[in-house]
C-alpha cells in the first residue's frame, strides 16, 4: 500500500491527514504549534509529526508518493513561502528543509487554494467543472478553479476575494490599507463589527435560525445585520461570477460552521445582483468543513 | 498554400480575412450588411463572402484548413447562437447554414472572446501568459484567456465586465436592468453620459492629449470626466485583478482609438485602488484594432 500525506499549516493547529493511493482519508490528527518559535522550528516540527506516524504504522520512506502541505502566504514555484506575516513565515522554504528529514516528493500550496482544492476534488464542489471557494474566517480568502485548474495570478495574487470592494463610501481601512473589501463585512471580525461587536457570527446565525426563540426586536436588529451581510457577500459573488461565471460557489471557514441559514440570504440577493445569465448559479457551504486543507494538500498529487 | 478564414460578424460591416497556415493576414475586406433581413440571410451572405474571394484566387474547399467565426451573443456548444438581440440573431446555426455551401470545417465563438484570442496571440497580450481583455465600446465586452485557455463560464457569461457594480448609488438602470454596471461609465454611450452629453470619447480624450490648445476652464471640466472614467475602469481592473491577477489588462474596442492618453488615467488609479501583489498588473491599448476579431476567429484553429 501507498500513501500520500496532506499537512495544513496554520497559526495554533498543524492538521495532518493519512492517506491511501485513491485519497480516502485513513487516519487524520493534529498538533499544536508554538507560533513565538514558528519559524526556525517549523520544518522539523511538521515532519516529526509525519515520522512518528510513520514509526507506529510501519511505513517507509518509499512507501509514501508524497507530502503535500498547504501554508498560508504566497508559496513561489521555488517554493519559499512569502508574507504568511500571522505565522512569522517570509522568505522561507519549508519543504527544502523538510527534504533532509524524509526521501519523498514534498510540495506546497497556499493554504486557501488547498482547501479550495479539497472541495472542488472531494468535497461540495465535485460536481462542477468550476468552483469558486470563499473561506470566511479572520479574513476572507479564496481559490478559484476551472476544469481542475488552480488559478494563481500571475502574481499569485488571483481569487484574494476579501478585497474585492464592494463598498464604495467605507471610511474605515482594511488591515489592507485599501476601503470597502469584502472582508471587512464578512469575515468573522467584519460581521462581528456589522453588529457594532454586539453580537458573534454564531450568535447572528442562530438567531436567524431560530426566530421563534427570539424576541422581536432582537430578531429585527439581527437581522438587519444579516441582511447586510448577505447583500455584501452576495454583491462580491456577483462580482466574480460576471468575471469568470463558476458553476458554483462553495463558501467554507469558521463562519460557515452556520450551516445554510448562511447561505439563503446570499443566493435571495444574488438573484438580485447577478447579471441575467448567471442568477442560477448554485451555492454550497464547505462539504469537509476543517478537513478541507489536508484532502487538498493531498490533492496536490492528483495527475 | 492552406488557407485559414477569420470572419467578424457584426451589425453593420462583415469583416473577412484570409490567413495562411501560420496565421499570417494575406488579405482583408468588409462588406457592408443589411440588418433588415439579417437573420435569414446571413449564412449565404457569409460564405457568399468566401466563396468570391476563393474564386478569384482559385483556392479550393480542401486548401481550407477551416473557417472561423466571431458573432454576438452566446455561442452554445451546438454552434447555436442566442441572445445576439441586436442583431435579431437568436436560436439559429449559421454554422450548420454554411456547411451546405462549403465544405471545410467551422466554428464560431463569441465576437469579444474572438477579439480577446486575437490581441493574446497576436496583439498586445501575445507577451503574457493570462489577459484580461476589455472592449469599449456601444458596451462594454470583454475575455479572459488563462495559460492559452478561454474562460468562457459555466453559462457562458464569463468576462460580462460590463456588468461588474462599481457604483453604489446609481440611480438610473443599465440595460441589463441592473444598477451602477462599469458599461454606465466606461462605454462610447458612458462617456457621452459622464460628460451630460457635452462631449463625445473622442473629444474628451483629445483635450486631454492636447491640454495647450484649449482654455483652462474647458480643459477643467473636461478633466473632471476624464477622472471619473479613470476612476470607474480602474475600480472595474482592481476587482478583475482580485480574482484572476491577470499579467496584463488589454483595452480594445472604439474608445481605445483614443490611444495612450486613456491608459495614464486608469493606470494612475488602479496602483491606489489594486491589491497590494497586484499593482504592476500592465496595461496595454489594443494592438490590432479593428482586426482583433478576424484574427481570433482564425486563432480558433490554433492547436
Redesign the interface.
Known sequence: MKYIYGIDIGGTFIKYGRFDENFNLLEKWELPVDSSKFAERLAPFVAGGILVDMEKQGIKDEDIIGIGMGCPG?ITADTVIHGADNLKLNNISVVKAMERFIKTEIVMENDANCAALGEYYFGNGKE???MAFLTLGTGVGGG?I??G?L???????????G???V???ETKACT???YGCLEQYCSATGISKLSGGEFTPKEIFTIIKYPEFSESELYSKVKEIYDRFSYKLA?GC??????????VFVIGGGVSNAGDVLLDGVKAEFKK?A????K??EFKISGLKNDAGIYGAASLFKR
Not at 488559478?151 to 476575494?161: D, Q, W
Not at 456577483?238 to 458553476?247: D, G, K, L, T
Not at 447579471?275 to 448567471?278: D, E, V
Open positions: 504566497t462542477f467543472d468550476s478559484v476551472i476544469d485548474k488559478i494563481k495570478g500571475y502574481s499569485n495574487a488571483a481569487a484574494e476575494f478585497h474585492i470592494k463598498d464604495d463610501n489592507c490599507g485599501l454583491k456577483s462580482i466574480i461570477s460576471a468575471v469568470i461565471n463558476p458553476a445582483l447579471y441575467s445569465g448567471a442560477d448559479t
